[in-house]
């Protein structure tokens, strides 16, 4: 079993900013990418940043060139720094952990969300 438990949301003004961190722990063999989706309310959940395990990095249009999304493999951890916040960048945020086991199978898990609420 694997957890992925994330931290750092909160309540921030316009321009304002955080930083999201999840930690994996478990039956953890290897971590492949990882991820940061948001689900606002009454909206799907979208892909907010992800990074393989090569450290190759893709960004939603919507949050290029203010946030930045970054990893630390000895710790199993994956952040996201998110600058200059928005009104729009409210939602509930996820992160996401594509894990091998000692099996070499390979499973999806998600954590429980943390709040990110933008002011205007």
């Known amino acids: 079993q694997v957890q992925l438990v994330e931290s750092g949301g909160g309540l921030v003004q316009a321009g304002g900013s955080l930083r999201l961190s999840c930690a994996a722990s478990g039956s953890i063999f290897s971590i492949n990418a990882m991820g940061w989706y948001r689900q606002a309310p009454g909206k799907q959940r979208e892909l907010v940043a992800i990074?393989?395990?090569?450290?190759?990095?893709k960004y939603a249009d919507s949050v290029k060139g203010r946030f930045t999304i970054s990893r630390d493999y000895a710790k199993k951890m994956v952040y996201l720094q998110m600058n200059s916040l928005k009104p729009e960048d409210t939602a509930a945020y996820y992160c996401?952990?594509?894990?091998?086991?000692?099996?070499?199978?390979?499973?999806?898990?998600w954590g429980q969300g943390t709040q990110v609420t933008v002011a205007s």
């Open positions: 996401n952990a594509d894990v091998y086991s000692s099996s070499f199978d390979l499973y999806d898990y």
């Open positions: 990074i393989s395990h090569g450290g190759s990095t």
